[in-house]
Nanobody, 123 residues
Framework: QVQLVESGGGLVQAGDSLRLSCAAS????????MAWFRQAPGKDREFVSA????????YYADSVKGRFFISRDNVKNTVFLQMNSLKPEDTATYYC????????????????WGQGTQVTVSS
């Protein structure tokens, strides 16, 4: 089992950057595929990005491709989401998620979730 704690959210202006972190407990972090999802008020939770256990493969939603970058540090048990060129439509609560099998972009496939961190982008 793994526990996830996100940090790094905040209020920024359009065009700014933020770096989200997700710290995971447990000794088997490297065996989990990790992902970021987001949820805006009144909307469904949507996939943002995911990274394979080995760090060799990453996936992005089309809406963030080229602006957001996911990475992980299997020594520090942390996954990061570097968000550049932020837009008002990126405003949402961002959640970190983990699953023991290979990555997917479906929220229902992930077993473990953090509490979320709020990102607000003003125009």
């Amino acid at each position: 089992q793994v526990q996830l704690v996100e940090s790094g959210g905040g209020l920024v202006q359009a065009g700014d950057s933020l770096r989200l972190s997700c710290a995971a407990s447990g000794r088997t972090f490297s065996t989990y595929a990790m992902a970021w999802f987001r949820q805006a008020p009144g909307k469904d939770r949507e996939f943002v990005s995911a990274i394979r256990r080995s760090r060799s493969t990453t996936y992005y939603a089309d809406s963030v491709k080229g602006r957001f970058f996911i990475s992980r540090d299997n020594v520090k048990n942390t996954v990061f989401l570097q968000m550049n060129s932020l837009k008002p439509e990126d405003t949402a609560t961002y959640y970190c998620a983990a699953r023991e099998r290979d990555l997917t972009n479906y929220a229902s496939d992930y077993n473990y979730w953090g509490q979320g961190t709020q990102v607000t982008v003003s125009s």
